[in-house]
């Protein structure tokens, strides 16, 4: 008798249709065993971007003395060389091709720099911007080179194959086309970028201490990520706010 109510009942718990009052009977169980969180429990957002990302082979380089800001993606073949700085924002994706920030050059905020396979010209693919070199806020830079000392102003675009020659200026919202060449010394403007003017010896005098005084300030960003700064205060104010002991 007992063998035969024992297989009723696995019968009855292992069927698909549960007995209205059964299954009653297990909800009001598994209510009962809620599991409440601790008092001192962190809720921690694990939803940050990463900053370096590798592909393949490849990982991108920073030099020890170069600032890249916290939400700055790095991908693939990048290169950030030393006293360059990329600011907040920007995206430099190295997937297809090279792409290198030369000694004291900045690519400011929400900058986007890309290299192409090929490049329709038959130039050089990689992204290459050498010493001394000023990117403003939202420029778009694609498989082009900029030579030292020169000047992109923001929301530019540089396409494919184009090449800025040295101590030059883009003004901006410049557009220059594929396969363009920007000679030594003048200021373009325009979409498409047009010939405006030749600079003066004063002008590109200037050009390299723009940069410098932007690597002056990329200091500044850079120290509060060092040991010695002042972060660990905040911290500490943070802790005893919850009531952790230091």
Request: proline share 5%; aromatic share 6%.
């Amino acid at each position: 008798m007992a063998a035969a109510l024992a297989r009723i009942s696995r019968k009855a718990l292992s069927s698909t249709h549960l007995n209205p009052v059964l299954q009653r009977t297990l909800a009001t169980q598994a209510a009962s065993k809620t599991i409440t969180e601790s008092a001192d429990r962190l809720r921690w957002d694990y939803r940050g971007q990463r900053k370096i990302i590798p592909l393949g082979q490849w990982l991108p380089k920073i030099a020890v003395d170069a600032y890249v800001a916290p939400n700055v993606v790095l991908a693939g073949q990048v290169t950030v060389y030393d006293g360059a700085s990329v600011w907040a924002g920007s995206v430099l994706r190295g997937d297809l091709n090279k792409i290198s920030v030369g000694f004291c050059s900045n690519v400011q905020e929400r900058c986007v720099l890309h290299a192409a396979w090929s490049s329709p010209t038959g130039l050089p693919a990689e992204t290459s911007i050498d010493r001394f070199v000023t990117v403003g806020t939202y420029s778009l830079l694609r498989s082009c080179t900029v030579e030292p000392e020169c000047i992109i102003g923001q929301h530019s675009i540089l396409m494919e194959g184009s090449l800025v020659e040295t101590q030059s200026i883009l003004e901006a919202g410049s557009v220059v086309p594929p396969g363009r060449r920007i000679p030594t010394g003048e200021l373009w403007a325009g979409n498409p970028a047009r010939f405006v003017r030749t600079l003066t010896h004063e002008e590109t005098l200037e050009i390299p201490k723009l940069a410098v005084a932007i690597n002056d300030l990329s200091k500044e960003h850079f120290s509060e990520f060092l040991p010695y700064s002042t972060v660990y205060l905040e911290v500490e104010k943070f802790k005893k706010s919850l009531g952790i002991s230091i």
